[in-house]
């Protein structure tokens, strides 16, 4: 049998998200039109034989998390759980702290997933990998090409190509070590939890070689890139699945947009019935586009190409969305014009009003781009990236705004342009 563990984070790992982040936990932004931890469960409940999905992160539970478990639990016919930290304890630790609750009943092997990544999931290629290749206690790290630059804001894996066995694994190194990388997505068995216990162990040591200062928890706080991959490397015991396939990192608002379109693009495949298609009497669908069903969409207005309408949004006539995300109980006025955006829950954009953003996209003329990590500044200026409105923003009539993030509950009244709106 199998189990898969989701790890999820937590309220001050979701700072490059806000203002989205202050309504809903990260994890549970709608991308593509379901919450962002739905896709990983989607993926794991296909793998034959998985028992139990288990969340490990310091959110407090509270209605949505509660609300979107109880859904899962009913919609995939599995149990998923929510095991709460007592504080941050760090990609190793939080497994490890739960290390009773992932090998109660047997799991012969357990996937851990980092709920910020944006993938097509090749679960099952994973499972024949490690059976195929180094010992049956061998842990699968799955890796993808980035090109040399980029490679090195990642955790870095060099490969005896021949065996694909891990040699060398360095976390963000500081200059160019391999392009093959980390993507937050690991297949293990129950012996990993004899190197993280001596990581353990020899934290305990050091702390009692200190004043003593919360000591259990920095004893606990491990980090499976740092502490234990590149501890195992080397020994035989560690190997990387190549993936040719789509990934990318979910760390800020502008990449769920970019994600969005990564999974709109798969539901070719997985999901052909959340695809809107043109139908008389409904909106113009250019390219992948996911539309609600409780939407209220005039039959002249324009959607696509990756565009999400969530549930009870709104959209007037002769209003164009493009390349972007609009969130539950939003109102497009007539004639608007939103592009490279995310509208947030229950926000007005005025009639003739356009709201417009930077893309921040991989470079399309290198198959091996990602995501660039964003920084908010630059020079001492807003750096141009997709238009964030926070929930229940209004924008009235004929307004532009440009390349900004407007925070929660605001009227504006005039045009803004590369600024955070307080």
Known sequence: MLKAVILIGGPQKGTRFRPLSFEVPKPLFPVAGVPMLQHHIEACVKVPNMKEILLIGF?????????????????????????????????????????????????????????????????????????????????????????????????????????????????????????????????????????????????????????????WHRAEAIRLEQDIFTALAGQGKLYVYKTLSFWSQIKSAGSAIYASRLYLNQYHTSHPERLASNKEGGPKISGNVYIHPTANIDPTAMLGPNVSIGTGVTIGAGVRVRESIILHGATLQDHSCVLNSIVGWDSTIGKWARVEGTPSDPNPNDPYAKMDSETLFRDGKLTPSITILGCNVTIPSEVIILNSIVLPHKDLNRSFKNQIIL
């Open 59 to 215: 959110y407090q539970p509270n209605e949505e998390l509660n609300r979107f478990l109880s859904n899962a639990q009913q919609e995939f016919k599995i149990s998923i759980r929510y095991l709460q930290e007592y504080a941050a304890l760090g990609t190793g630790g939080g497994i490890y702290h739960f290390r009773d609750q992932i090998v109660s009943g047997g799991p012969e092997a357990f996937f851990v997933l980092n709920a910020d990544v944006c993938s097509a999931f090749p679960l099952k290629e994973m499972l024949s990998f490690q059976k195929e290749h180094g010992e049956p206690n061998s842990c699968v790290i799955l890796g993808t090409t980035a090109n040399r630059k980029q490679s090195m804001n990642y955790g870095c894996i060099v490969e005896n190509e021949e065996t694909n066995e891990v040699l060398h694994y360095v976390e963000k190194p500081s200059t160019f070590v391999s392009d093959i990388i980390n993507c937050g997505i690991y297949l293990f068995n129950p012996d990993i939890f004899q190197h993280i216990g001596t990581v353990f162990q020899k934290n305990q040591q050091d702390m009692l070689l200190e004043e003593p200062t919360n000591g």
